[in-house]
Antibody, heavy 121, light 116 residues
Framework: EVQLLESGGGLVQPGGSLRLSCAAS????????MSWVRQAPGKGLEWVSA????????FYADSVKGRFTISRDSSKNTLYLQMNSLRAEDTAVYYC??????????????WGQGTLVTVSS | QPVLTQPTSLSASPGASARFTCTLR?????????IYWYQQKPGSLPRYLLR?????????GSGVPSRFSGSKDASTNAGLLLISGLQSEDEADYYC??????????FGGGTKLTVL
């Protein structure tokens, strides 16, 4: 059974940093792309970043480029999102999502429960 | 103008059909893209429903009933999600998405379905 468990969310001041983790199990982690997708309170889904199964291809939404860094550790079956220079508009539930393929172009077929990030002073 | 535009809301009666539209911005050809559809019920995770590019390139999500189907309307440059035999449990937000320019995922703003 595929399981994705996010952690690392919390309250942070504007300009601060936070690192999210997503522990994966139930599938061969290195064979699948992974993404982070966020959802601000009462709003729609917004894709944040994706990383291929090999880790060689990485993509970011323009809204987070230069501030967020996605990475993965296949030895730990864990996906990460390092978030720096956080802004109020980054407040959202952050979901990690498993891709359908090793490349980032396939569907998000499994989703984690999400972790809430609140940016506020 | 957003890359993907969805109506904010849609209402339909139990047993009827619902037709969701996902309109691509002018200059972005719907024929070139797989359109992905996700369902999110209140307080729940998003769920992958299906993808549609053409009748020969389509996929149903795992466990998704056949009353959910995809299509396109080239005349309006839109991807379509069709739900037949509506049930109260279909009340949810529905999002379309594309893998845009091979560099980023784009979601539509979502359509809230009310089954009255």
């Amino acid at each position: 059974e595929v399981q994705l468990l996010e952690s690392g969310g919390g309250l942070v001041q504007p300009g601060g940093s936070l690192r999210l983790s997503c522990a994966a199990s139930g599938f061969t982690f290195s064979s699948y792309a992974m993404s982070w997708v966020r959802q601000a309170p009462g709003k729609g889904l917004e894709w944040v970043s994706a990383i291929s199964g090999s880790g060689n291809s990485i993509f970011y939404a323009d809204s987070v480029k230069g501030r967020f860094t996605i990475s993965r550790d296949s030895s730990k079956n864990t996906l990460y999102l390092q978030m720096n220079s956080l802004r109020a508009e980054d407040t959202a539930v952050y979901y990690c999502a498993k891709g359908e393929y090793s490349s980032s172009s396939g569907s998000f077929d499994y989703w984690g429960q999400g972790t809430l990030v609140t940016v506020s002073s | 103008q957003p890359v993907l535009t969805q109506p904010t809301s849609l209402s339909a009666s139990p047993g009827a059909s619902a037709r969701f539209t996902c309109t691509l911005r002018s200059g972005i050809n719907v024929g070139s893209y797989r359109i992905y559809w996700y369902q999110q019920k209140p307080g729940s995770l998003p769920r992958y429903l299906l993808r549609y590019k053409s009748d020969s390139d389509k996929q149903q999500g795992s466990g998704v009933p056949s009353r959910f189907s995809g299509s396109k309307d080239a005349s309006t440059n839109a991807g379509l999600l069709l739900i037949s035999g509506l049930q109260s449990e279909d009340e949810a937000d529905y999002y379309c998405a594309i893998w845009y320019s091979s560099t980023s995922w784009v979601f539509g703003g979502g359509t809230k379905l009310t089954v009255l």
